[in-house]
């Protein structure tokens, strides 16, 4: 019985990680198409930002190496750090 209720609270947790990754995609992709004509340092800021809240719901779950928001933050954060200005 434990395990059963186990594996139905992993299947919540699943679920409701999927919803939050889905918000924050459509979040980044409003904020790409209002931030377009502005300048790159703010959309970068942004972009950190939601890199930001991925990982720190992985880490929540404890399962950030098996996480798909780990997936999706690795990009942002590679866009982020390419569009840095050098010192």
Same mark, same amino acid.
């Given at each position: @019985?434990? /395990?059963? *209720?186990?594996?139905? @609270?992993?299947?919540? !947790?699943?679920?409701? !990680? ?5 918000? #924050?995609? /459509?979040? $980044?992709? $409003?904020?790409?198409? $209002? *931030?377009?004509?502005? *300048?790159?340092?703010? @959309? ?9 809240? !991925?990982?720190?719901?992985? +880490?929540? %779950?404890? @399962?950030? +190496?098996?996480? #798909?928001?780990?997936? %999706?933050? %690795? =990009?942002? !954060?590679? +866009?982020? *750090?390419?569009?840095? =200005?050098?010192?």
């Amino acid at each position: @019985m434990l /395990m059963v *209720s186990g594996q139905w @609270m992993l299947s919540i !947790l699943r679920r409701q !990680l999927f919803i939050n990754t889905c918000t #924050i995609l /459509m979040v $980044v992709v $409003v904020v790409l198409q $209002v *931030s377009a004509p502005y *300048s790159r340092t703010g @959309m970068t800021l942004v972009l950190k930002i939601l890199t930001l809240i !991925l990982v720190e719901s992985c +880490f929540e %779950l404890h @399962m950030f +190496f098996n996480c #798909i928001n780990a997936t %999706l933050a %690795l =990009p942002i !954060l590679a +866009f982020t *750090s390419s569009s840095e =200005p050098p010192c």
